[in-house]
């Protein structure tokens, strides 16, 4: 029995500002994703999410919205938007668009009237509070600043903003505030969208009082806070309300970017199908950073591992996903770039532990190609708001050193240079100046050159994901964990209606005990080398997907 379309097919997400170019102008847009759909069906995947496409002054690449009804200039057009659609739906790919409605841009209308005067009908869309002697409403820490407020000479008051000072927080007490957001939902949904993605939205209420943290002081003395405006209790309520007034009745689906869920509260948002369909958590994600993601540390396998479990055991359906725009190129980050076999062999195994678990997978585009970090070198070079707001609190070479390491290892522009499609001038992303520099071994790196070559790491994902769409008990069966004491290798078996496959992962870089003859599991189905069935060691970061007999 088929189970919901967003549990049968695999996602694509795609930043389309790196994406591909149609008009010569450097940037990414929906034309240029438009010819490049038959790429994605070959992948075989059967849904894009596509990052926000919204007009906007692009402070945070689009994450600060300035008309949630009118596509970025960059990108095209509505009737752009519309033919890409018609297109996808042409190839049944479903498109889930993303949507930030935590904050908008400043530049946002709502905003701009917000900030006019004390008195105008718009003022309370947002989250307006007096100073305290002359200081911030309160101590809460930013994402992105030092301080989550910006005085406001105008009206002489205080605005949050949990991100830039140029996406402020849309204050969802406000009744009015969340019928703008669930007609525009609507209108979309009309248009023919399959679902959202929704950006931060755990973070939508805040504490009433809005009570200063408590936590240890970062930078500025500012306190990030999330215990006041992460889950607090009328999130709940509002994403109730928004299912039933956006999401019953149609064949949609929506995904959370649920900051700071973890395995207790995460039933609370999809445990009943009343709030959310999906949930994107961030344990793996934020698992090699110390006390900061800026902290990079080495990948701990035991520690991956144990989160695997833990969220296959917390809920029924997860996202798998080893990176997004905000991440670094997870080859770079839990694989090995110190040769080229071994760059291929990680990069393949990283997406066989991960894709073959029980959930829908979510693919970043350029990781089907193994794509790695850029070798960011110069403040000039980098995009992202989060980047040069760090480098921008740096006082001392010692912390410029400390932001650097953190940026090239970490940053969020690793995952946004240009998809790289060919050897060709500009990896054929381009004819004009990309928006932003390409990784230089795109000579090396790119679509075309693994096209043709039948071990690249694309061909891999074709049959990982094929696989999995033709295998019921990969596509629907149950998740048991397999040698969990192994420190090296992630391993679990997948079982329905009498099926059973078993998945061997060694994500290390040396040979890794097994407790039996590899041929013990069953017959291999896919490999990133060739199957010994007599072996009882998996070599460094092979991968072997066995059916039981
Ligand atoms: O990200 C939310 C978020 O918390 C990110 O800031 C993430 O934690 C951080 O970048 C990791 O270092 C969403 C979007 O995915 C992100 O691109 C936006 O910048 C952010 O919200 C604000 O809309």
């Known amino acids: 029995m088929p189970e919901a379309w967003w549990k049968e097919r695999v996602f694509y997400q795609i930043y389309p500002r790196s994406f591909q170019n149609s008009n010569g102008d450097g940037i990414g847009d929906l034309r240029g994703i438009i010819s490049r759909l038959d790429y994605l069906k070959s992948l075989g995947v059967g849904a894009v999410w596509l990052c ?30 519309d033919e890409l659609l018609r297109e996808m739906h042409s190839r ?47 101590n809460w820490a930013s994402f992105f600043t030092p301080s989550a407020w910006s005085y406001d000479e105008g009206t002489g008051q205080w605005y949050l903003h949990l991100f830039s000072e140029k996406q402020p927080d849309l204050n969802w007490e406000n009744p009015s505030v969340r019928e703008e957001v669930y007609s525009m939902i609507n209108r979309w949904f009309d248009r023919g969208v399959d679902g959202f993605r929704m950006d931060v939205i755990t973070v939508i209420a805040k504490a009433p009082g809005l009570p200063d943290g408590k936590g240890a002081p970062g930078a500025g003395g500012y306190v990030f806070s999330p215990e006041h405006f992460a889950f607090q209790p009328k999130l709940h309520e509002y994403l109730r309300e928004m299912r039933r007034r956006c999401f019953d009745g149609r064949d949609c689906m929506c995904v959370g970017e649920t900051s700071f869920v973890n395995t207790e509260n995460a039933n609370s948002l999809v445990g009943d199908g009343r709030e959310l369909d999906l949930l994107f958590q961030f344990d793996l994600m934020d698992m090699d950073g110390e006390g900061s993601k800026w902290n990079a540390i080495p990948l701990d396998v035991p520690k991956l591992k144990r989160i695997v479990a833990a969220w296959q055991g917390a809920i029924d ?47 970043y585009q350029g990781e089907e190609l193994g794509m790695t970090n850029a070798p960011f070198e110069t403040r000039e070079q980098l995009r992202d708001v989060e980047e040069l707001n760090l480098l921008a609190l740096c006082s001392s070479e010692a912390e410029l050193e400390w932001a650097w390491r ?41 679509a075309e050159a693994e096209e043709g070559d039948p071990d690249s790491i694309l061909n891999y994902y074709r049959a990982l994901i094929a696989l999995r769409n033709s295998t019921p008990a990969l596509l629907r069966g149950d998740w048991r964990e397999l040698l969990p004491e192994s ?25 890794a005990p097994l407790p039996c003859r590899l041929g013990d599991f069953g017959e291999p189905v896919l490999s990133n080398m060739p199957a010994d069935p007599a072996a009882e060691a998996l070599r460094p970061y092979e991968a072997q997907v066995l059916k039981k007999g």
């Open 52 to 81: 926000p496409v919204y007009d906007s002054p692009n402070a945070d690449m689009g994450y600060d919205i300035r008309d949630y009804e009118k596509i970025m200039a960059e990108f095209g057009t509505m009737e752009d938007f």
């Open 92 to 138: 049944d790919i479903k498109l889930v668009m993303d949507l930030v409605v935590n904050h908008s841009s400043d530049e946002h209308r709502w905003f701009v009237e917000s900030r006019s005067s004390r008195e105008n009908p718009y003022r309370d869309y947002y989250i307006w509070r007096d100073g305290k002697d002359g200081r911030e409403p309160n």
């Open 317 to 363: 359906w997860n996202t798998l996903f080893l990176g997004n725009h905000d991440q670094p190129r997870v080859v770079s980050r839990f694989g090995d770039t110190s040769s080229e076999e071994l760059w291929k062999r990680s990069a393949k195994c990283l997406a066989t532990l991960m894709y073959l678990q029980r959930g829908t997978p979510f693919i």
């Open 406 to 446: 953190g940026i090239k290892a970490k940053g969020r522009d690793n995952a946004r240079t240009p998809m790289q499609w060919s050897a060709g001038k500009n990896a054929d992303f381009t004819t004009g100046e990309p928006w932003i520099m390409l990784n230089p071994n795109y000579t090396d790196i790119n």
């Open 487 to 511: 420190g090296q290798v992630v391993a679990y078996t997948r079982g329905l209606d009498g099926e059973e496959y078993a998945v061997l992962c060694n994500l290390s870089r040396e040979s």
